[in-house]
């Protein structure tokens, strides 16, 4: 009897991969930090700032902690707070309609676009409406979001937002790098926020996150907010103090900046970035060519709109059963998003869009995610692409 084949386990996102590819350039970038002793707002922050505006055709980009705080600050800088309205999808990571809470806000849920997972601009429409008419909560702001790495539907979602004079944040975590028609997706939002977190298409080695804005005076308030409330240049030509405007705090903030050891890598990892956004697209195209047969749907892309594919996520009646079948050949899977926002415990009982959100019931359902980095070789996505194809002949 043979001895069975060895597995080669794969990674659902190799993030040792790049690291190989990158090297000493990351090596050298850390340990110029670490010898300079500017850990905190070191010069790599404001540089990497710099790089990320002029990549996003932003006038400005305040770095953070993390793609949560990124959503928060704009919130804050608003003055958005309790008896307010903050809309976004369901069909989402938790810190979406986490952070409207946190200013005592109340996330309202809108559905998605069946073919895009992303914001329903109808849905949207009809769930401001609707709150409009129950006058119990004061529409602000709409947070949409890139979901899997595809902008959503900015013109029309930007259309609905400003026909009720509602602020828009484009949620880019995982699709900070896409664009639609050839323009970020800034163009029609007021802000992108996006997230530094590693296995995010534009991913540092822990955690960071970022606002890019054209509005000055937001910038200037949120680079306050991240430091504690902190007098911005306004602020200390409106105050004139007679001491070291340094520890006067104007206005309720948070700790929440971007180290100077992750800013000095993501400037390393911003300079290979357009490359491995191609490089995504091509293991994108490859896998649509293989799987399109053996699947209910492959992903749809927005027409126009250009995916960093933070994730490849296909739909299938039995992703169990796929799941099992891929496992047995090392191939990991993931399922994002399993129970959408509104049906869990925290967000039970915030307001979703009139008829409910069947088009995200029913993709929680159904949706599957397979391994996809910029660093997926040919022969391991071929063994992907083999497995799905021996699931689907095994179920006939
Ligand atoms: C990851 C993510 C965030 C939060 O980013 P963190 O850096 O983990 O705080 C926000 N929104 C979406 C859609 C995300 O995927």
Not at 22 to 35: F, H
Not at 246 to 258: D, E, T, W
Not at 326 to 347: D, F, N, R, S
């Amino acid at each position: 009897m043979n001895a069975p084949l060895a597995i080669r386990p794969m990674a659902f996102i190799d993030l040792l991969a790049q690291r190989r590819r990158l090297g000493a350039r990351i090596d050298d970038a850390i340990l110029e930090v670490v010898n300079s002793g500017a850990f905190v707002m070191g010069p790599q922050v404001r540089d990497f700032e710099a790089q990320m505006a002029a990549f996003g055709a932003a006038e400005r980009c305040v770095s953070c902690a993390n793609g949560t705080d990124a959503l928060a600050l704009p919130l804050m800088a608003w003055g958005v707070g309790a008896g307010d309205a903050v809309f976004c999808p369901s069909f989402t990571f938790a810190a979406t309609a986490e952070v409207p809470p946190w200013t005592g806000a109340s996330p309202v849920f809108v559905d998605i676009h069946p073919d895009t997972y992303c914001m329903d601009p109808a849905s949207l429409d009809a769930a401001i409406t609707m709150v409009k008419a129950q006058g119990r909560l004061t529409p602000k702001v709409v947070i949409a979001v890139d979901l899997f790495g595809q902008p959503a539907d900015y013109p029309a979602i930007a259309a609905v937002a400003r026909a009720h004079g509602l602020k828009l944040i484009a949620d880019s975590a995982q699709g900070f790098g896409a664009t639609l028609q050839g323009k970020h997706p800034l163009h029609w939002a007021d802000c992108v926020t996006t997230s530094f977190f590693p296995a995010k298409p534009l991913g540092c080695y822990g955690d960071g996150g970022a606002v890019l804005t054209n509005d000055i005076e937001l910038a200037e308030l949120m680079d306050s907010l991240r430091v504690h409330g902190k007098a911005t240049a306004a602020d200390i030509a409106a105050a004139n103090f007679t001491h070291d405007p340094k520890y006067m705090a104007m206005r309720i903030g948070m700790n929440s900046r971007l180290d100077t050891i992750q800013a000095a890598i993501l400037i390393e990892k911003l300079a290979v970035f357009p490359d491995e956004i191609v490089a995504r697209n091509m293991i994108a195209a490859r896998y649509n060519e293989g799987l399109r047969a053996h699947v209910d749907a492959v992903p749809s892309v927005i027409a126009d709109g250009v995916s960093v594919w933070a994730q490849y996520t296909i739909e299938t009646g039995d992703r169990d059963g796929l799941a099992a079948h891929l496992k047995t050949l090392g191939v990991p899977t993931a399922c994002y998003y399993p129970i959408p926002l509104h049906l869990q415990l925290p967000y039970r009982d915030y307001p979703v869009a009139p008829g409910g959100l069947p088009v995200t019931e029913a993709k929680a359902d159904v949706v599957i995610s397979l391994p996809m980095h910029a660093d997926l070789a040919a022969d391991e996505q071929g063994r992907v692409i083999g497995g799905v194809a021996s699931w689907r002949a095994a179920r006939g």
